[in-house]
């Protein structure tokens, strides 16, 4: 199909109290728009001053989601390309911190001429422009921008004010929708409007009339409370959705499908309904998701413990890896940090497949350690994912090679075996985020190895976020013992992938797969890991 004329603008905002699903609401709603034949992309203005989230803590704000361009950028960008299937970029995620940086940049060389630089309008500007340049770019038919945080909060305000503007400059191309919450008071056994009416009236004192509620909701609202919504946020009946809560954020795109979410959005934009969506895939996954025939029990080992959140994408990857498999997948998070020599045995039973997470800084590194020699000791599936790989290679070292004292010197400086080493052209820098690897780099795999028969191809593409690599120095020593590079950087000659010879399934890889596997495309390592992990269990039984 054709392109629209105008590229038409949505913004998703969020009152009552923040945690409410922007991110999953604009995912599913771009979903349907791209199921009737339109383009869509979504992008996140988060209100923190950083001006990226690669230095901010897990357990603050989840994991760190990278782009193949090499964008460090909010959690919410890995839910959008699982569920449309596109990649993102840098222009998908723009943080407070980087509109300032950029005023500031061009306040010193004189851009603004002298004027005074002020949050209107030279801060509204920037934020206007950072929305804008999807649509100029890369010409969508839709462009979907969520706002981080919650009405009221003191840090969206100029974001508001930014939509408020955009909404006078493009008339009916411009589109709000408002996420708020309809509590259930158990006591008194009734839903409640009246913080939904508040977050609303914030909204209107901020000069922004929101289009279109999304109420998320435990209780099923009645048309008595729809019509009672309606009629005080000055909105039509037919713009209140239902948001109930779900077991699964992958039923939400049908949810908005049967409040037609899609088409109360084209109506009020003036766009033809085209076709109606296909959604025949996702239901097929859903299904698989929702009636496994098998189940087993996976570990993810890291040192955020149960902090889900901090793994989002991995976690993600199984549940998709999972359904290929006609499995599910039994997760359980373990603290790297509780686990020693004594207790490994206890904490690890039962397991059919162990994947140890990525992560920086020494804490909980022993007991990652000691996990990879769990796993190769007992047969175990064992997945390592960038520090899980560096620790694999570590445990192989000191255990097979007889490297004692061998480590990585982000941990150990001084240690006498530097199995793990940053190259040395990056030794020099000293800002964060400076000497690491971030983004898509290319991996040539080796025949006749695990992963070429899993890939089915000689280059893939993978994202990266580290900054420590394999010392090569070792490498004929490690390979002489079994454990093979099976999947080479080109260009830099830096191991990335590897595997061992004498076990079912051992591999370990210095890039993050879980940022590509989608609902679409599971991540082949993934599904192969859970295919092996089955296979694991049912020799066992």
């Not at 999947?487 to 591999?507: K, M, S, T």
Request: include cysteine.
């Amino acid at each position: 199909m054709g392109r629209i004329k105008d590229t038409k603008y949505i913004f998703v905002t969020g009152g009552v109290t923040s945690s409410l699903g922007k991110g999953i609401i604009s995912a599913s709603l771009a979903k349907l728009l791209q199921a009737r034949g339109y383009t869509v992309t979504i992008q996140k203005l988060d209100p923190y001053i950083n001006i990226d989230p690669g230095t901010l803590n897990p357990y603050e704000h989840g994991e760190c989601y990278v782009t193949e361009d090499g964008a460090e950028t909010d959690l919410d960008l890995g839910h959008y390309e699982r569920f449309l299937n596109i990649r993102t970029s840098q222009a998908n995620n723009v943080t407070t911190g980087r509109i300032y940086k950029s005023v500031i940049e061009k306040e010193r060389k004189g851009e603004y001429l002298g004027d005074t630089v002020q949050v209107i309008p030279h801060i509204t500007d920037e934020i206007k422009q950072s929305i804008k340049l999807l649509g100029e770019k890369n010409q969508y038919d839709f462009v979907l921008t969520e706002i981080g945080g919650t009405v009221g909060d003191i840090e969206s305000l100029p974001y508001v004010e930014a939509i408020r503007q955009l909404k006078y400059e493009m008339g009916k191309n411009c589109l709000v929708i408002h996420l708020t919450l309809v509590p259930y008071l158990a006591a008194a056994k009734e839903l409640k409007t009246k913080p939904t009416q508040h977050s609303v009236k914030t909204m209107l004192e901020y000069g922004v009339q929101p289009d279109i509620l999304v109420c998320r909701t435990e209780k099923h609202l009645n048309q008595s409370i729809k019509d009672k919504i309606a009629l005080f946020c000055n909105i039509d009946n037919s713009s209140v959705i239902e948001s109930l809560d779900t077991n699964s954020i992958y039923n939400v795109p049908l949810l908005m499908q049967k409040e037609e979410l899609d088409r109360v959005v084209l109506k009020k934009i003036n766009l033809d309904f085209r076709e109606v969506p296909d959604l025949s895939e996702w239901k097929t996954f859903l299904h698989r998701l929702e009636n496994p025939k098998k189940n087993i029990k996976i570990g993810l080992i890291g040192k955020y413990g149960e902090l889900i959140d901090s793994y989002k994408s991995i976690i993600e990857s199984l549940i998709h890896a999972g359904t290929v498999n006609d499995c599910k997948i039994d997760l359980k998070l373990i603290q790297s940090e509780q686990i020693n020599k004594k207790n490994i045995s206890d904490k690890l039973k039962d397991l059919s497949g162990i994947l140890v997470a990525p992560g920086f800084g020494n804490r909980g590194i022993d007991g990652k350690i000691l996990t990879a020699n769990y796993a190769r000791s007992n047969k175990i599936p064992f997945f390592g994912v960038c520090l899980g790989m560096q620790c694999a290679v570590i445990e192989f070292a000191r255990n097979v090679l007889n490297l004692k004292d061998a480590h990585s010197t982000e941990m150990n400086t001084e240690t006498p075996y530097p199995v793990i080493d940053i190259m040395e052209e990056q030794k020099k820098i000293t800002m964060k985020g400076g000497t690491m690897r971030l983004g898509s780099y290319p991996c040539d795999i080796k025949p006749q190895s695990k992963v070429f028969s899993i890939y089915k191809q000689k280059q893939i593409l993978e994202r990266h976020r580290h900054r420590y690599e394999f010392n090569n120095s070792y490498l004929d020593d490690f390979e002489n013992h079994g454990m093979k590079a099976s999947g080479i950087n080109p260009d830099a000659n830096l191991v990335e992938i590897i595997e061992l010879n004498n076990h079912p399934w051992f591999i370990g890889v210095q890039f993050h797969p879980e940022y590509k596997s989608t609902v679409a495309k599971p991540h082949p390592l993934f599904v192969k890991f859970v295919e092996a992990s089955l296979k694991y269990k049912q020799k066992t039984l």
